[in-house]
């Protein structure tokens, strides 16, 4: 803690101990939390599978093209990011596969 010196610096070191008093006593208080009812792990995959994995493949094919182009306008290589693309809709469209396979979706 910064020592201050004055009648000012005096009010300033109050103030911080205050505040930290006050903190801590806030920050010590028992979390409450009300919970009820649940989810359902199929109903969560399923719902992954429908919003979450389609959304995710066209935001990953919109962002590897928008790289690419920018990488070929400054002369870089294009591969890194046509491999990042693939990889990422085999992920992105996978998923949903596999969910469809265990019987989630």
Known sequence: MTR???????????????????AVVLAAQPAVAQVSGGVDPETALSN??????????AAISLICL????????EG??????????????????????LLQRMGAG
Do not use: C, D, Q, W
């Open 4 to 22: 201050f010196i004055g009648k000012a610096g005096a009010v300033i070191n109050r103030l911080y101990v205050v505040g930290m008093t006050a």
């Open 48 to 57: 992954l599978e429908t919003y979450g994995f389609g959304a995710a493949g």
């Open 66 to 73: 928008f790289k690419g182009s920018h990488a070929v306008a």
């Open 76 to 97: 870089r290589h294009l591969m890194p990011f046509v491999g990042g693309a693939l990889g990422g809709i085999v992920l992105a469209f996978g998923g949903p596969y």
